[in-house]
């Protein structure tokens, strides 16, 4: 497993400098003065507000310097095109998924489903909270491979972490550590398309019900949990959602 660590946070650490490029290639020099980082920093935030305003693709110049309140002409003093800075956004927001949530032992079942709630709602919020940018980041993974290749090595990152807290109690156990990451690899996706629809597309029935984000998180949760452990989750765990609370009970 340490070699396999190794090897991921290496292959991690070049892809997110490939990505990185694409920005910072052609990029001018930064800002030497503090008002010209405020500026840069001010067209960044804008961008971003954009994004959830229009979308990448239908999203120019025009709209985030009038959103930043700010010339058409000062945009290429900062950034020499378009792409280069909706990538540079997305990178700073990738961030947020770069780090562990990991960070204690997972001893039980019971503890593990804390863990994979911590997880899912982080996801469930950035959909919330931004679907401009979680659709912008799917749209550019096909554009740049280095980016698309980042962004799969950041969650794939988080599944071998994942593989590491797995509890010693459950009906898996006693699997190699190989099949393992092709069941998590193939749970891995459970919910993207119900989050996709909900908060970005919204073009189904189910976008018109009232879901919170932490009962949305619950759901996505008992699903893996059900799946992985092959039995509902414990009871006392659901908060959230009074449906689902009930459904389980009865069961």
């Known amino acids: 497993m340490l070699k396999r660590e190794k090897e991921l946070k290496n292959e991690l650490e070049v892809a997110w400098k490939k990505a990185a490029d694409i920005a910072l290639s052609n990029n001018l020099k930064s800002p030497k003065s503090h008002k010209g980082e405020i500026a840069r920093s001010n067209i960044k935030k804008a ?12 999203m120019r110049i025009g709209d985030v310097m009038s959103e930043a309140g700010m010339a058409n002409g000062l945009f290429y003093h900062y950034f020499p095109d378009l792409k280069s800075l909706v990538i540079e956004v997305l990178l700073d927001f990738l961030s947020r998924f770069k780090g562990s949530i990991l960070d204690k032992p997972s001893l039980s079942k019971q503890e593990w489903y804390d ?27 096909w554009e740049e491979p280095n980016f698309g290749a980042l962004v799969r090595l950041v969650f794939i990152k988080s599944q071998e972490e994942s593989l590491k807290k797995l509890p010693t109690d459950g009906i898996r156990s006693k699997m190699s550590n190989n099949q393992l990451r092709i069941i998590l690899r193939a749970l ?13 597309t919204k073009e189904s029935k189910i976008s018109k019900l009232k879901i919170t984000e932490r009962a949305m998180a619950e759901y996505l949760t008992s699903l893996f949990y059900q799946a992985f452990f092959l039995e509902h989750p414990p009871i006392e765990k659901l908060k959230y959602d009074k449906e689902l609370k009930t459904w389980v009970a009865g069961q």
Do not use: A, N, W
């Open 115 to 141: 863990v994979g709630y911590t997880y899912y709602f982080r996801i469930v919020k950035s959909y919330s909270l931004y679907p401009g940018m979680m659709q912008c980041m799917k749209e550019m993974m």
């Open 188 to 200: 891995g996706s459970i919910g993207e398309e119900i989050l996709i629809d909900y908060y970005i």
């Open 47 to 58: 961008c971003r507000r954009t994004l959830e305003k229009v979308g990448y693709h239908k």
